[in-house]
């Protein structure tokens, strides 16, 4: 996981209070998880900004915005053998890539 996905799903979670589907208790608990490295970190590096360039050029069937590719490449850098996402774009990505996606919809 990187920090970029970390601030979506913050991002994601400040969307939720604002629409009052989720608890601040909530929201906070999911931040602290979410601090407490439970997950292993790979950082955007110059590199990994290289492989997102190469993924948006490589796979013209699926538009991907800019951040996908980096979550994308983030993945792949990392030998990654799945990817988490509701975007369905994204997950074709993952798809095409050879990741296997979840939650599978």
């Known amino acids: ?14 969307v939720r209070l604002r629409q009052g589907s989720l608890a601040r208790e909530a929201a906070r608990l999911l931040q602290h998880a979410l601090d407490e490295g439970m997950y292993h970190r790979v950082e955007l590096t110059r590199d990994v900004h290289r492989r ?3 993924l948006l050029l490589s796979l013209p069937e699926t538009p991907l915005r800019a951040a996908d590719a ?18 369905a774009r994204l ?15």
Do not use: K, N, Q, W
Request: charged share 10%.
């Open 1 to 14: 996981m990187s920090d970029l996905a970390v601030t979506e799903i913050i991002s994601a979670l400040a």
């Open 52 to 54: 997102a360039e190469h």
């Open 70 to 87: 980096l979550h994308l490449a983030l993945a792949t850098s990392a030998r990654a053998a799945s990817l988490a996402s509701f975007d």
């Open 91 to 105: 997950a074709a990505a993952a798809r095409a890539v050879g990741l296997a996606v979840y939650p599978v919809c």
